[in-house]
């Protein structure tokens, strides 16, 4: 059974800082392609960062130079690290995995970050 759990979203200041997790379980996960989307009110879900393996291959632009992802291998855990927070970083965050095993797609439940004075 595979299981994504996010966590570490909340309420913060502009220009802080979070650091969102996600705990995977059931996947080949060295081998998966991990990302995280969001989703803000009125807007699609869109794609914030990517890893292929080990390696990311995908950053959102409007991202870029502020948001870090990562895969911790030995604790099966993907990380999103946050710096200079805007109140445009808004949004529901989830953790997605692409099954190394049979290519499925999973996604976690959310994690709600807003960004607010």
């Not at 800082?17 to 379980?25: I, N, V």
């Not at 953790?95 to 807003?114: E, I, S």
């Amino acid at each position: 059974q595979v299981q994504l759990v996010e966590s570490g979203g909340g309420l913060v200041q502009p220009g802080g800082s979070l650091r969102l997790s996600c705990a995977a379980s059931g996947i080949i996960f060295k081998a998966s392609r991990m990302g995280w989307y969001r989703q803000a009110p009125g807007k699609e879900r869109e794609l914030v960062a990517r890893i292929d393996g080990i390696r990311v291959t995908a950053l959102a632009d409007s991202v870029r130079g502020r948001f870090t992802a990562s895969k911790d291998t030995d604790n099966n855990t993907l990380y999103l690290q946050m710096n200079n927070l805007t109140p445009e970083d808004t949004a529901v965050y989830y953790c997605h995995a692409r099954n190394a095993r049979n290519l499925v797609d999973y996604w976690g439940q959310g994690t709600q970050v807003t960004v607010s004075s």
